[in-house]
């Protein structure tokens, strides 16, 4: 059975390593050139952490780990007012949690299907038809191929939904808030912590990443959804919006890279009441973004390709079986992470200096050891996958 898979991201690859790995032959199409890394880091923990093992990924994962002892919250100064210990993470997660950057585990994950998985970069769809045999797909160089099913692994900003379930605005939900990041020299000696710096709702957040000597700026302020900010702008709305901040942010801003390669963007969720129509499915953020405050979209995107490969081959010949049970087991696990992704939104960024004061004073008493099975029961951080 041919599937094609639109998106090589995390979600996608790790569908096509899957598929694969049960006998079918998944083609995978990918929007960037091949070889892209770098990003942002990412937590990796519970769902995420629990597939990696099943591939024999967490050996190479671990070489690209990156240093993060704590979460240290500081003030316009510098001066720390809170700090989360790593150990917290943990204890919550009740397993191993490992921070990596997003094109590590990207890179990792196309290390499996290498050779084994037709990938075709710079390649995306542009139509889709559906029968009863099969679907026909259109790619952008004009090119018409049939496959057995289609699965939308292509983001936030999924074509697939695009093309098979209607625009965006009828599933996006914005969270009231903007975010972009970069690469930039560690000029500030960071060490093995990550920094947090909030004023009047905005915030600055720092860290290294695997490779000597760079650190990963993010920034994240409170806006209304605008859609997408034109690259040659993004550098410019950070200073205007990131103004009068203290600690090192000025200097953050002049290290910015002149080429505008900066990652900008909404903090939208998808929400959808399904999954799947005819031939086509969706997977991973094209179907259930939860937004970074979550921290668990790589989990999901893993655990959701893990399963519906599983239920493919589990209901074999019967896609509307398969594609029922997947969406069964995880359209509530992803739901439930959402819901609780708007819930810290709401509080994230405070406007005030009260508000951020009163922030710091929780996240002192989150630090403690005793709040860590509150945290798991809010969070539902444990792997899904823990029954079977
Ligand atoms: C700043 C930031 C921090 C985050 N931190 C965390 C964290 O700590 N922990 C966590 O679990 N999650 C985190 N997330 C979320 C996590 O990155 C996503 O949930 C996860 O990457 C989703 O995987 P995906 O494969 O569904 O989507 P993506 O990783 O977005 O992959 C989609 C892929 O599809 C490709 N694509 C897009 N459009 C097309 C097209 N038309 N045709 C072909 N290909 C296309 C893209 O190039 C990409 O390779 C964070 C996200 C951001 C932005």
Redesign the pocket.
């Known amino acids: 059975m041919r599937i094609l898979i639109?998106?090589?991201?995390?979600?996608?690859l790790t569908l096509a390593y899957w598929l694969h790995h049960r006998g079918f032959t998944p083609v995978v199409?990918?929007?960037?050139p091949e070889g892209q890394v770098g990003g942002?880091?990412?937590?990796?923990f519970g769902t995420?952490y629990d597939i990696a093992e099943r591939m024999g990924l967490v050996q190479r994962l671990e070489q690209g780990r990156i240093p993060a002892d704590s979460v240290a919250f500081v003030n316009e100064a510098g001066r720390v007012r809170a700090r989360l210990e790593r150990r917290l993470v943990e204890e919550v997660v009740e397993g191993p949690s490992l921070p990596v950057m997003?094109g590590t585990l990207?890179q990792a994950l196309a290390g499996t299907v290498n050779g084994n998985v037709e990938i075709r970069h710079q390649?995306?769809?542009t139509e889709v038809r559906q029968s009863d045999d099969g679907v026909a797909v259109t790619f952008a160089d004009g090119r018409e191929e049939d496959f057995d099913l289609l699965i939308g692994?292509?983001?936030?900003?999924?074509?697939t939904r695009r093309l098979v379930f209607g625009p965006e605005r009828d599933y996006a939900r914005h969270l009231g808030y903007h975010?972009a990041?970069f690469p930039l020299p560690d000029d500030h000696e960071l060490g093995p912590t990550r920094f947090h710096y909030t004023s009047q709702g905005r915030q600055v957040v720092v860290y290294r990443t695997d490779r000597p000597g760079e650190m990963i700026a993010?920034f994240l302020y409170k806006a209304r959804d605008e859609g997408v900010i034109p690259r040659a702008a993004r550098l410019a709305r950070l200073r205007k919006e990131f103004a009068g901040m203290g600690w090192i942010t000025p200097r953050l801003l002049d290290g910015a890279p002149a080429d505008a390669s900066i990652?900008m963007?909404s903090m939208t969720q998808i929400v959808m009441p399904g999954w799947h129509h005819g031939r086509v499915a969706l997977?991973?953020?094209?179907c259930g973004?939860?937004?970074?405050v979550?921290?668990?979209?790589?989990?999901?995107?893993m655990g959701g390709a893990y399963l519906l490969a599983k239920a493919l081959h589990r209901h074999l010949g019967d896609h509307r079986a398969a594609f029922a049970e997947y969406e069964r087991r995880m359209l509530p696990e992803v739901a439930h992470r959402q819901r609780n992704a708007r819930a810290v939104a709401r509080t994230l960024i405070p406007s005030t200096r009260l508000g951020t004061s009163t922030q710091n004073l929780v996240m002192r008493l989150l630090a403690r050891k005793v709040f860590a099975p509150v945290l798991r029961r809010r969070f539902g951080a444990g792997s899904i996958l823990a029954a079977g």
């Open positions: 639109s998106g090589g991201g995390v979600a996608g199409v990918e929007r960037s942002y880091g990412i937590d990796f995420g997003h990207e390649q995306t769809i692994a292509d983001g936030v900003h999924s074509a975010l990041c993010l990652f963007d997977v991973g953020d094209a973004c939860m937004t970074l979550s921290a668990q979209g790589v989990s999901m995107a």
